[in-house]
């Protein structure tokens, strides 16, 4: 990226060059061109909007009343309060920007946990085991997740340690489990584009290269009365140990 800026080349121009050569397998996408519906293994979900950029697809019906729930009551007693990653170490650490309480399962930890993880990865066309752990977030009121890319950026000295576990992470889906009496959308600020946290439904967005011209700055608004609970799951480049 750096020399092609010094060559001249504008920066987002650059950044889409970098991204056709960044993953010679791909990256994960749904196929939903044209369609309303889409079932797996007879469970049904709506394709309910679409962006081209930042690329975003949300879904309704992504889980059941009932799976929501179960992911929340095996969460609950392993929640703790919400890290982020440190830019110098690649480690993680309370930040202010970050209100939630969190927990991760490990991949196939459960029935239900495989279940779903094979149902994400059938939707977004990526293997299961490409994808981070599923993380649990309970947000209160007065919760937030200030804008943000999931993204793991290039120039910070940590990066190159956090790689090493399954290279980038290139793309993002979060389910909503609990929805909230007040506030909580997911928010993309760059094109005012808002995803209320609506129990069952879920939004995917992806990213093809680490840089801000995706599009994919989000963050997660303050819930304004009662809780949201979602469940996330980071997709990488290769498999994730």
């Given at each position: ?6 060559s ?52 309704g ?7 929501c729930e ?67 977030l ?29 290279g ?9 489990l ?15 584009f ?47 140990i």
């Amino acid at each position: 990226m750096e020399s092609m800026l010094i060559s001249g080349w504008p920066e987002d121009v650059a950044a889409q060059a970098l991204s056709k050569m960044a993953n010679p397998d791909g990256f994960p996408a749904p196929q939903v061109k044209d369609k309303t519906h889409i079932t797996i293994d007879g469970h049904t979900m709506k394709v309910v909007a679409t962006l081209k950029h930042p690329k975003v697809v949300v879904f309704g019906n992504f889980l059941t009343p009932q799976e929501c729930e179960a992911l929340c009551e095996e969460a609950t007693p392993r929640l703790e309060r919400s890290q982020v990653v440190t830019p110098d170490t690649g480690g993680s650490q309370v930040n202010e920007a970050r209100t939630s309480m969190g927990m991760f399962f490990g991949r196939g930890e459960s029935e239900l946990i495989s279940r779903i993880e094979q149902r994400i990865a059938t939707v977004v066309s990526w293997p299961v085991e490409r994808g981070e752990g599923l993380q649990i977030l309970k947000y209160t009121s007065g919760a937030e997740y200030k804008p943000h890319f999931d993204y793991f950026d290039p120039s910070n000295s940590g990066t190159k340690h956090i790689l090493q576990r399954g290279g980038q992470r290139v793309g993002t889906l979060v389910i909503y489990l609990r929805e909230p009496d007040g506030g909580g959308a997911t928010t993309f600020p760059d094109v005012g584009f808002e995803v209320a946290a609506l129990q069952g439904n879920a939004v995917f967005f992806g990213y093809d290269t680490p840089h801000k011209s995706t599009g994919s700055l989000h963050g997660g608004a303050p819930v304004v009365a009662g809780e949201k609970w979602v469940a996330t799951k980071w997709l990488r480049q290769r498999t994730f140990i």
